[in-house]
């Protein structure tokens, strides 16, 4: 199924009248377009990373704890997660490339006003505005980069961007712990706005002009029942470690978003004009790629997580030499994603994926056993994680490619807006999964050997280690589900 179908001929999905103007050209050079989706991409990516190694700084600077200073990196996914799907229905409604090039230039001036806050209160909430940004960016980035690429190129141009994606990645450690150390945590936001700038007057020049609009009206109820109920799982994933699965905010944000949610669904199947129409799940194929997704990112950063503290409190080694072990893991991804993308038409989709997952488990069994092990050698578990950032990388692109692909056409838009909404829920799930298997791991370990010693040498090295278990098994999920998605959809 061709996921770059026009779709202004589709008409509405219910009512079957048509909206109006035309779809861009298919004819035209799709790599300048797809260059620009990967500036944004590459920007995000770069943005998430690079604050998590500022929090310790930032925490410093304005005189709190930590706990609150994460909120400078939770605001942002909270604010990302709720906008997005709302920014996916306007810019059916308004256009791609006006909403695109907003987001942009409110991702910028955004990321200015962080550099300038004096207070935690300000830079938290200057970072809402940047997730309200890097939503209008996230609703359309998937969906430009489809239809310019169309479905022989689609794969290629998901390599691409997902390589995108990984080069943010890995900048952040790198650069991030260069700007902190000569100019101050001011310079990681100070750094994105003229990335940004540079991708608004490329996008302004390059990106087609997209006349078509769907008419309908905007669903404001369903907007006010998902928002609260993705911010409220959103901050029970982010938590869950610190507040326990039983206390009682975890239960009252769990119950509420569990009960927001399907009040969501309930409004949705009722209207004529959804803000999510809810048939695109009846394609199981996409349905399962969706899920493939959300596991993919729960892995990239559930094994950012787990590395981070080995690498620090584990192998007590400085926050610039952990990120340069760190960064294997994205180096490889960029580069194994292209290559995935252009091997797509020899092996197929499905077969890639799975041998990138193959390979992303078999790395997880290498450092769950010897990979952080002074002998026979750390060396191995650079080796390891470098496969596991090559294993997602083969993974990550077809996957991406074959999900926008099994969408019905009628339903680009919120295809291209569900999976950055997963991969969202991806990075909280696999930042509180391993949290919280941490801290479980940590305290068996510890009073099993009766040492007081939580989080430092073997104690931590070897509660990670463990720790990967879990991780694995998301692994073997992932790999279930692109299996079943090939059972379902053979590939032609």
Known sequence: MDGAAP??????????????????????????????????????????????????????????????????????????????????????????????????????AAS?????????????????????????????????????????LRARAMGYFSAAQAVGVSLGPIAGGLLLGFFGWQ???????????????????????DMERDLRPFDWQGALLLGPALVSLVLVL??????????LPSLAFGIGGVALLALFILREKRTASPLVNLDIFTSKPFSLGVLAVLLSYALLYGMF??????AIRGLHETPTRAGLRLSAIPIALGIAAPFAGALVKRHGTATLALFGMTLAAAALLTLSMVALEATPSRAVGMVALAVFGAGLGFFMAPNNSATMGSAPPAFSGEAG???NL??????????ASSASMLRWRTEVIAGASDKDIFFYGHPMLGAVETSFGLLFVLALIAAAATWWRRRLAPER
């Open 7 to 108: 779709e202004a001929s589709r008409g509405d999905p219910k009512t079957g009248q048509p909206t109006t103007g035309a779809a861009p050209s298919q004819g035209a050079n799709p790599w300048p377009i797809v260059a620009i989706t990967c500036i944004g991409a590459a920007m995000g990516q770069f943005d998430a990373s690079v604050v998590q190694l500022a929090l310790p700084d930032l925490a410093v600077t304005f005189q709190t704890r930590e706990t609150l200073a994460s909120w400078v990196a939770l605001a942002y996914v909270l604010a990302f997660s709720a906008a997005l799907p709302v920014f996916g229905r306007l810019c059916e409604m308004f256009g791609r490339k006006k909403l695109y090039l907003a987001g942009i230039l409110v991702f910028v």
């Open 112 to 152: 200015a006003l962080c550099a300038m806050a004096t207070s935690l209160p300000e830079l938290i909430a200057f970072r809402i505005l940047q997730g309200i940004g890097g939503a209008s960016l996230g609703a359309n980035s998937i969906v430009i980069l489809n239809r310019a690429a169309g479905k022989e």
């Open 187 to 209: 310079a990681i936001f100070w750094v994105t706005v003229p990335i940004g700038l540079l991708g608004a007057v490329a996008g302004w020049l390059i990106l087609p002009d």
């Open 238 to 247: 982010n938590h869950i470690a610190d507040w326990g699965l039983t206390s």
């Open 305 to 310: 997580y787990l590395m981070s503290y080995a």
């Open 417 to 419: 807006a569900l999976i």
């Open 422 to 431: 997963a991969r969202m829920l991806g990075v909280s799930l696999g930042v």
